[in-house]
């Protein structure tokens, strides 16, 4: 376990020069993922934001292979390529498909449930920036209650984000784990360990987007930081079904288990500037609640 | 050695699989092509066939895996029919926009809605325009040939290669099936050798976004549009036909069995009735030309073997004599006519060719149809065209249309 930013690996797989948007979360966290699996890695793109920050044929800012594929199918292409590479017995290569949470919780929930249910030899990432970007934010499953978005433009988001780690962790698959770039040591140490692990491993990143959520460039890291803080998104691991804290998040539960309150988090992002008192209250009771369960869990 | 066996389609298909050795197989089960992902399985689990069996949770994932597997060098299969075909849609302008080998049944069957679990050939058909070689096959010896021709084609051509047979008139009917061994099988098919896989060695992204015009790689060499990639698809298709009728002849050779590459004919030396249709429903064809040449109508068959790429200049070449014109097909663009109808049309235009075309819809969702039934449809067109009639015509064959 690298356990200071010293031990990270120094190599760059991300060249100066992407097309994704200044303080884009989604870069940060892929430059340290692709630090962590190395150069021996294939990663499978849907159309995202991820399929921009590749770049325009014929030019690409990234240094390992990548397939893209349709908005559907990133898990059955990463299953694709898995079961390809084993009956061509290259079974050193770390296969991982990298989908936004449109690509995850919507439209490819079929094949990811289908491929973890099949543990299927991957690692599935969600990187989770609460809405489809790429299209212009409209609102996804993962779109948190209360947020503005260009199809809820007006009311906000009437509906809670689906609790898609529960849906995850039912499938039983050897690793489950959350990552935010805010912490970017956490995150490395997470996929050099899910690299080695053999069967479905699913990780969600939570990924803030300026124009998106509404806030200046300069504070992806601290909105970032403030999500893991307030309890609204936590940093852990659930391997072989067992649960575990990490990272600042469990230095949280270690001392008195205290959040910030979610206001600090929600008041930075204009996305939130309809939000009423009493989504705000309800947030916050749901962040309250999922707080308490894990710190019952690690417990136990 | 000849190994003859009494199987159904499914089985020869399953059978000519095995035979080409996929390193990866992808199904998803829908009647009637269910078969032969069970027997695919069975292969699999009894150590027969050393390959990935991908058991997935839907056909548009089906052939996504076969996409994936195949861009990192893998040969691949899958089969569906139908409402499966049709889920894979978005995957089948994939597979053939990214130039990969796919090979495919689809075991045909009609579309819903409504619901029909019976044959005809609207599934396939309605995937005409994704860029697939589509072959068409007349019975389970051809079924099993084609396979592996499939594999040759595809994989000489990069392009996917769909190859069709009706359900249950062949998928589920015994035939005598002359099965191949494998030493014969790897002369004409050799391991497949991918030029450049997706590797850690090659780091390159696969299909990321193109625009419309041409745009400079790093070096300042000027790389292709999506336009250039998609007339290269197109050139491709073209002249696939080469290559077609390459290993058709040559799989002739070495088996002794010949189906002909793009198209076949029957009686039609002297032909002044000429009748043609894709797959089953043109061997019935062949049994109504007799039947019809018996009552002194000098009738003949031109079977459509491929209908992707489609052999127009063979079908001039074919018609170029003909009198009168039957199509029977089981498949149509609603709201105009059959789809074989519709290119024999456009391949005759400024040929000189002016016999009258009727386009006999039949089939479909399984709607029997009797040797008795095309030789009065024959028989019908024949009257017409001498009566001084010379319209094209549209007919609902053995459909009540009141
Ligand atoms: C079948 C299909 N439907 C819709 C689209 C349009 N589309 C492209 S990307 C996208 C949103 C992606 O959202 P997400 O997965 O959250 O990734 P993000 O853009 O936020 O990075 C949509 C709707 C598509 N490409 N394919
Ligand atoms: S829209 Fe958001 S996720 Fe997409 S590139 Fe920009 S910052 Fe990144
Ligand atoms: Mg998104």
């Known amino acids: 376990m690298s356990e200071t930013i010293f031990k990270v690996n120094e190599k760059e797989y991300i060249l100066p020069g992407n097309r994704a948007c200044q303080g884009c979360g989604l870069s940060l966290a892929y430059r340290y993922i692709l630090k962590a699996l190395r150069e021996n890695t294939i990663v499978g793109i849907p159309p995202s934001c991820l399929c921009v920050l590749h770049g325009l044929y014929p030019t690409t800012s990234v240094t390992v292979p990548a397939l893209n594929t349709t908005f559907a199918g990133n898990a059955a292409s990463a299953a694709g390529m898995a079961a390809g590479l084993r009956a061509l017995n290259k079974t050193d290569i770390t296969v991982l498909a990298l989908s936004g949470d449109g690509g995850t919780y919507d439209i490819g929930i079929q094949s990811l449930s289908g491929a973890a249910e099949r543990n299927t030899d991957f690692i599935f990432a969600c990187y989770d920036n609460e809405a489809y970007m790429n299209t212009g934010t409209q609102r996804s499953g993962a779109t948190p209650l209360g947020a503005l978005t260009s199809t809820t433009p007006i009311l906000t988001k009437q509906d809670p984000k689906k609790d898609f780690l529960k849906i995850m962790e039912a499938h039983h698959i050897p690793y489950l784990a959350t990552v935010s770039p805010a912490y970017p040591i956490d995150l490395y140490d997470k996929f050099v360990k899910a690299k080695k692990i053999r069967g479905t491993r699913y990780i969600q990143i939570d990924t803030p987007c300026p124009p998106g959520w509404g806030y200046p460039t300069k504070d992806t890291v601290r909105i970032g930081q403030l999500a893991v803080e307030t309890g609204l998104f936590i940093l852990f691991e659930i391997e072989d079904g067992r649960f575990r804290f990490t990272g600042r998040s469990k230095t949280m539960a270690e001392r008195g288990g205290k959040l910030l309150p979610l206001v600090g988090y929600v008041e930075r992002q204009s996305r939130f500037r309809k939000m009423s008192m009493e989504q705000l209250g309800t947030l916050q009771a749901w962040v309250n609640g999922r707080w308490e369960e894990c710190l019952k869990r690690a417990e136990g | ?402």
Not at chain 2, 7 to 24: D, H, Q, W, Y
Not at chain 2, 88 to 95: D, I, N, R, S, T
Not at chain 2, 182 to 195: A, G, N, S
């Open chain 2, 1 to 402: 050695m000849s190994d003859v066996r009494i199987i159904m389609g499914n089985e020869a298909a399953a059978l000519a699989v095995k035979l080409a050795r996929p390193g990866v197989i992808a199904a998803y089960p829908i009647t009637p092509q269910t078969k032969l992902a069970e027997i695919l399985s069975e292969y699999v689990e009894a150590g027969e066939l050393k390959a990935e069996y991908v058991r997935v949770e839907s056909e548009h994932s089906s052939l996504t895996v076969c996409i994936a597997a195949s861009t990192v060098g893998a040969r691949v299969f899958t089969a569906t029919s139908s409402n499966g075909l049709l889920y894979m849609h978005e995957q089948l302008h994939w597979a053939a926009g990214s130039r990969l080998p796919v090979v495919m049944c689809c075991v045909n069957r009609g579309v819903g809605a409504p619901w029909s679990i019976f044959n005809d050939q609207q599934d396939s058909f309605s995937q005409r325009d994704t860029g697939w070689i589509q072959i068409y096959c007349r019975d389970n010896q051809e079924i099993l040939d084609t396979v592996l021709q499939a594999y040759r084609i595809a994989e000489e051509v990069y392009l996917p290669v769909m190859v069709c047979y009706d359900g249950f008139v062949l998928s589920h009917t015994m035939m005598p099936v002359d099965v191949p061994d494998e030493e014969l099988v790897r002369k004409f098919l050799p391991p497949y050798r991918p030029p450049d896989p997706l590797s850690p060695d090659r780091p390159v992204t696969i299909n990321p976004v193109f625009f419309p015009s041409r745009r400079e790689n790093a070096e300042g060499v000027l790389c292709d549009g999506y336009m250039e990639m998609r007339w290269k698809m197109q050139n491709a298709l073209e002249r696939s036909g080469e290559t077609i009728r390459k290993a058709s002849d040559e799989w002739a050779k070495l088996s002794g069995r010949d189906h002909g590459g793009m198209l076949w004919e029957y009686r039609t030396a002297d032909a002044d009735l000429l009748l043609t249709g894709m797959g089953s429903i043109a061997t019935e064809a062949t049994l109504a030309a007799d039947a019809l040449r018996a009552e002194g109508i000098r009738a003949g068959v031109v079977g459509i073997r491929v209908f992707r790429p489609f052999p127009g200049k063979e079908a001039v070449r074919a018609f170029a004599k003909a009198r009168a014109v039957a199509v029977f097909e089981k498949c149509i663009s609603y709201g105009y006519e059959g789809g074989v109808s519709s290119d024999l049309k456009a391949a005759f235009y400024g040929t000189g060719i002016t016999a009258p075309i009727h386009d006999y819809i039949a089939g479909l969702g399984g709607r029997d149809v009797k040797t008795r039934e095309l030789v009065e449809a024959g028989r019908a067109t024949v009257a017409a065209v001498e009566a001084g009639d010379r319209e094209n015509k549209l007919i609902w064959l053995n459909c009540r249309t009141e």
